[in-house]
């Protein structure tokens, strides 16, 4: 419980006080009015929260849509409508771009959609920080692992993206077998460079593989060398996931920089 499970800018939680903000989050979720069973849009950038928003999804037996912090309004429009999802969760700002505009947007064009949760400074939307722990909204355990557990994207090569449903056993399965392929052990640390949204990072082994295997996760805002390299230093990354234009980047970077990327063990 006491080990550390991710590390996301200033915070530095271990596996004990993960699962007791998944619980708060749950219990916040479901006082919005959310039932088990609803759908909720999920675009956060890779902060710590992320995980305490998912896992809070999970434990409330809601289920995440999971989409990229690059998408803009005619996708998430697209992906809430088609979802039918009843609530949208997103960061204040990242890189730039104010989520809470965006999120307006939205509302504005699908009245269905119920609540705006966001993680930082809310506005008049609803404050993620400001949930509250109760145990008694939260439900039984038990869950059908053939069900839907969350909802992923296709990578939209032919026009806007398609809605890819992952039951609890599917899913599960990819996590356990991918971070016994990978050889993930507790003493592995994680370096999720990529948007954790994306299938890769999340699962192969990835995030949740990390977590299976009792390892630590750290989040990397972004996959730029001069992010990413001081964070494998500081946390000792042993595995970590690119795409091939980023690691011909980081390929390149290495020798002009002085940082020690001994402990990087596995390079996807």
Known sequence: GERTAVVGGAQRWSYAELERRAEVAAAGFLSLGLRPGDRVVVQLPNIAEFLSVVFGLFRAHLRPVF?????????????????EASAYVVADRHDGFDYRDLADRVQAEVPALRHVVVVGDAGHHVAFNDFAAD???LPAEDVDPSSVALVQISGGTTGLSKLIPRSHD???????ASADICGLSPESVYLAALPAA??????????????????????????????AFPLIEREKVTI?????????????????????????????
């Open 135 to 137: 145990p008694a909204l």
């Open 170 to 176: 599917d899913y599960l399965y990819s996590i356990r």
């Open 67 to 83: 989409v990229l912090p690059a998408h803009r309004f005619t996708e998430i429009v697209h992906f809430v409508t088609r979802a």
């Open 198 to 227: 994306h299938n890769f990072p999340m699962s192969s082994p990835g995030i949740f593989g990390a977590l299976h295997a009792g390892a630590t996760v750290v989040m990397a805002p972004m996959p730029t060398p001069d992010i």
């Open 240 to 268: 970590t996931g690119l795409v091939p234009p980023l690691a011909l980047l980081w390929l390149q970077a290495a020798p002009r920089r002085r940082h020690d990327l001994s402990s990087l063990e596995l390079l996807q």
